[in-house]
């Protein structure tokens, strides 16, 4: 039996905040030296081959992942593909743990913004 991989959806590490994201930068650092193999979907300026590449990723994470796996997220996740992955690792029973860091709407007391946050929430059975 294989041994379970740890892994997290890298969505801030790579950006150089000075306030508002640094938070999530630090819970992504901290994952990391926790043992947690970061994951990344790919930047380019080729927006048609960026989608291909990204899109055969995610297939590849699909057959390769297993119930042993465990992945950790911060929530909100923005980017659709990476909203993809957390579906396609849903449907593959893998292990999925949600760090709320924040929920739109709360804050600035939108409630249209907070019902469509809570809509992603029920979605993803968080």
């Known amino acids: 039996m294989n041994s379970p991989r740890k892994y997290f959806l890298r969505q801030y590490s790579s ?3 000075w306030h508002g994201g640094i938070g ?3 819970m992504e650092t901290v994952l990391e030296k926790e043992g947690y193999i ?3 979907l790919p930047v380019s300026s ?3 081959f960026t989608f291909f590449r990204r899109l055969q990723i995610l297939v590849n994470v699909f057959f390769i992942s297993n119930r042993t796996d465990e992945w950790v997220f911060i929530f909100p996740v923005y980017g659709r593909m990476n909203r ?3 579906k396609i690792l849903l ?3 893998v292990r999925l743990t949600a760090i ?10 939108d409630n249209d913004l907070l019902k469509r946050s809570c809509h ?3 979605a993803f059975r968080l």
């Open 15 to 17: 950006e150089n905040y």
């Open 24 to 26: 999530y930068t630090h």
């Open 38 to 40: 970061p994951f990344e």
């Open 46 to 48: 080729v927006r048609l």
């Open 84 to 86: 993809l992955l957390v």
């Open 91 to 93: 449907a593959k029973k």
């Open 100 to 109: 709320v860091g924040d929920i739109d709407g709360l804050q600035d007391d």
């Open 120 to 122: 992603f929430c029920v």
